[in-house]
Nanobody, 121 residues
């Protein structure tokens, strides 16, 4: 089992920044893929960014390219999502996921509880 704990959410004005963290524990391994998803009320969960930790390959959803950056601290099994130039449409619950592939939610085995991001105009 893998446990994921997100932190760093909050409320900001449009144009602001936030940095989300996801700490993984339990049966983790160095090449385990980790990703960020988000879900707004009434909308399907969507992939935001994924990092293939073994290869260091990163992929982003088109809606966040150039604004969000995913990174990792392999020593602490922590993945970050730096978000800048936030828009009201970025408002959602953000979830960390692990042991999967790509940006499709159903591909992932482990999920965190989520952290709320609210962007006001």
């Amino acid at each position: 089992q893998v446990q994921l704990v997100e932190s760093g959410g909050g409320s900001v004005q449009a144009g602001g920044s936030l940095r989300l963290s996801c700490a993984a524990s339990g049966y983790t391994y160095s090449s385990m893929t980790m990703a960020w998803f988000r879900q707004a009320p009434g909308i399907l969960r969507e992939g935001v960014a994924v990092i293939y930790r073994g290869r260091g390959t990163i992929m982003y959803a088109d809606s966040v390219k150039g604004r969000f950056t995913i990174s990792q601290d392999s020593h602490n099994n922590t993945v970050y999502l730096q978000m800048v130039s936030l828009k009201p449409e970025d408002t959602a619950m953000y979830y960390c996921a692990a042991d999967g592939y790509g940006l499709r939610p159903y591909e992932y085995k482990y999920w965190g509880q989520g952290t709320q991001v609210t962007v006001s105009s």
